[in-house]
C-alpha cells in the first residue's frame, strides 16, 4: 500500500500516542496491541507508545493531569512526539487520551493526519444518536472531558459527561483487569442512569476503562451501544490517510491550524531536542 506521508510503497503505520508510563501497564498496552491487530487485520501496524517512566512522579495520570500546570508541563511532550513520528514516516498519529493533550497545537505543527480519541468518538457518536454520555473513571478526568465537549462545540449533543463511582484511577484499572466484574457493574450502573435519561450512546471516557470494556464485549446497556473508542479512532485515522492520499485533503491553514511557514516549528523542534 502507497505510504500518505513518503509516497513509499510500504505497509501504513500509526503511531498511538497514550498518556499514561505504558512500563507500569503491560497488559493494558498488550491489549491495545491486540485490539489494533483485530481491527486493521492487513490495513496497517498500529505502533503503541506512552510516556517516559516517571513522568508523573510516581502519582497516576488521574492524579497529576487535573492540575493545569502540571498537565502543560507533563504532557507537552506529546507534541514533539507528534512531529518525531511525521519525521520517521509515520502516516498518521493517534492523540490516545480523553484528555485530549494539545491537539491544535500538534496538526498545527505537522502535515500527517491526527486522530484524537475525544474527538473522534463524539463524532462518531453523534452519527448513531441524537444524545450522547460520556462516562470517565474519576471527577478529574470528568471535568477534562466536559472543556473538550465545549471545545469541540458539541455540548448540544451531550447529554451528561459523568464518572464511575467509586472513582478508580489507571492503576486500579489495570488491576481491574484481573477481575472486572465491580469496574463493569459500576459502569453498567451509570451508563443506565444516563440510558434511562435519554442517553442514546455511551463513550466510555477512558483509555484503560474502555479498553477493559472491550476485552469484555461490553457492547450495549440499556439498548444503547457502548462506543470501542480504540476501533473507531483508528478507523477514523485510517480514513484519513487515506483521503490525504487520494483526493489531497488537509487541514485547513488560513486560522485555527495556521501555520505559515514550516520553518519555524522546524526551529523550535530542534531547539526543544538539543
Not at 30 to 58: I, K
Not at 84 to 105: C, H, K, M, N, W
Not at 125 to 145: D, E
Not at 259 to 273: K, L, M, W, Y
Amino acid at each position: 500500500m502507497m505510504s500518505a506521508a513518503s509516497g513509499r510503497t510500504s505497509p501504513l503505520r500509526i503511531w498511538h500516542q497514550s498518556v499514561n508510563e505504558l512500563d507500569q501497564f503491560s497488559v493494558y498496552k498488550r491489549a491495545l496491541e491486540v485490539h489494533a491487530v483485530e481491527v486493521f487485520e492487513d490495513a496497517a501496524e498500529l505502533v503503541v507508545h506512552g510516556l517516559p517512566t516517571g513522568t508523573y512522579g510516581g502519582a497516576s495520570a488521574t492524579a497529576v493531569l487535573g492540575n493545569a500546570y502540571a498537565y502543560h508541563r507533563a504532557l507537552g511532550q506529546v507534541i514533539d512526539n507528534a512531529i518525531t513520528a511525521e519525521r520517521q514516516g509515520y502516516d498518521a498519529f493517534v492523540i490516545g487520551s480523553f484528555s485530549e493533550p494539545f491537539l491544535r497545537e500538534i496538526r498545527s505543527a505537522v502535515d500527517i493526519p491526527v486522530a484524537s480519541l475525544t474527538e473522534s468518538s463524539l463524532l462518531v457518536a453523534c452519527l448513531l444518536g441524537r444524545y450522547v454520555a460520556l462516562i470517565s473513571n474519576a471527577p478529574a478526568v470528568q471535568w477534562m472531558t466536559k472543556v473538550a465537549v465545549d471545545k469541540h462545540g458539541l455540548g448540544a449533543r451531550v447529554l451528561e459527561v459523568a464518572s464511575i463511582e467509586p472513582a478508580l484511577d489507571e492503576p486500579a484499572l489495570a488491576r481491574a483487569y484481573a477481575d472486572p466484574a465491580p469496574v463493569i457493574a459500576s459502569f453498567t450502573a451509570a451508563a443506565e442512569r444516563l440510558v434511562a435519561r435519554g442517553a442514546d450512546v455511551i463513550i466510555p471516557a477512558e483509555g484503560v476503562l474502555a479498553e477493559l470494556l472491550v476485552r469484555h464485549g461490553v457492547r450495549e446497556i440499556a439498548g444503547a451501544p457502548v462506543l470501542d473508542v480504540f476501533a473507531v479512532t483508528w478507523a477514523y485515522a485510517l480514513m484519513q490517510i487515506r483521503l490525504w492520499s487520494r483526493t489531497g485533503l488537509r487541514v485547513g491553514r488560513s486560522w485555527h491550524h495556521r501555520r505559515d511557514d514550516p520553518a519555524i516549528v522546524a526551529r523550535f523542534f530542534e531547539e526543544t531536542a538539543r
